[in-house]
């Protein structure tokens, strides 16, 4: 099974969720013995050692290609009436790359990362008759429609994101019947799609978790103050949410357990926390061993307001036994209820009571932690989830 993959981005070191997700994908197809091409875009060299790890799972192929949203290419998106964000993953540059690579070789079938890589896949889907297939990690107009409610008012930047929403919705409904197939991440994401595009087939397939690597150290101790969150804050929704976390809500934390500890990891720290313990929360930065935190924290916190698809980390947390504070969009896509190890809280005064609950409560934490493995290894293991994109290749390739 000879399998051409389109990411948006270079996928290792595997450190924030989408990177994790398609990693892992990458690495479960070529175990299940297919022979994945792998190609995607870089501004930047990547490093060699990086590039020669990868290698073992795919045959890559990098672009030199920025898709940063320049200045110039938000101007040009001001009258233009095809999204920014579709706009900038498609070009005459990008398909004479990709038609150099496909002549080179041939495919069984196209697997697209994210609706940023439909357009191309459905270019080449053409140009070369064969099955093609959308992964969508989340559905990306609903993160454009989220953000731009998430705006005041009177904020310039409400009506362009409005805009850009609306005209990615109208993109997104007219490519997803395209494929052959699209994979939500989520049933929730599976609902949205159909509800926009009725025409498509869909078939929702989790994600998964490595748990040989996220399995908790019985020799390390637990701090009952202490808790963690781990995102990637340079992108601004992560951003937002750790900052009204902070700000709003870890103030009457510490009024009542002065002797919390609450540790965020991630890259990207927000400049006007670095070097800074504010509220009795560290940013750590970028932690290459975040076991270490997580197996000693009591619980998981996971503010966000902001997304769609699914949050890897906290499916990770659940897989170290920790139970997690939620918002309902972080763990949106999760089918778990507190008594799976999740624990949904929207707005301060419920973040407040649920994080006093498991600090005051440590056997309570420990035992929503033991329940949280268990409905993680019931749900998210890559093989098996991972096993149901193959099986459907091979009967398109039948």
Known sequence: ???????????????????????????????LGCDVTFVTFSQNPIPQNHLEHFKKYADVHVIEYSTRNTPIRIFKSLLDT????????????????????????????????????????????????????LRLQNIEHRIWERYGEFLNPFDPKKFYVARQAKLLKSQEAKMFPQFDMCFTITNED???????????????????????KFTQNSSSERNINEFVHIAYFRWIHNVNAITWLIDDVMPEIVSSHPEVKFNIIGKGTPRQYEKRTINRSEFLGYVEDINQYMNSASFFVAPLFVGSGIRIKILEALAMELPVI???????????????????????????????????????????????????????????????????YKKFQA
């Open 1 to 31: 099974m000879r399998v051409l993959q389109l990411s948006p981005q270079f996928v290792f070191p595997a450190d924030d969720g989408g990177k994790i997700s398609i990693y892992n994908t990458t690495k479960t197809l070529r175990s």
């Open 82 to 133: 095809y999204p920014i964000y579709l706009r900038k993953h498609i070009n005459d540059f990008l398909k004479e790359n990709l038609n150099k690579i496909v002549s080179e070789k041939q495919f069984d079938v196209i697997h697209a990362e994210h609706s940023s890589m439909a357009p191309l896949a459905l270019y080449l889907k053409d140009l070369l008759k064969i099955p093609a297939f």
């Open 190 to 212: 599976k609902k949205l799609a159909q509800s926009i595009a009725p025409t498509g087939n869909y078939m929702t397939i989790y994600p998964g978790v490595d748990f040989d």
């Open 326 to 392: 939620a918002t309902s969009v972080a763990a949106e896509g999760i089918p778990a209820t507190k008594e799976n190890g999740i624990i949904i809280a929207d707005n301060k005064s419920d973040f407040v009571a649920a994080i006093r609950h498991l600090l005051d409560k440590p056997d309570e934490a420990r035992r929503l932690g033991l329940v949280a493995r268990k409905f993680a290894e019931e749900n998210f293991d890559w093989e098996h989830n991972i096993s149901k994109i193959f099986e459907i």
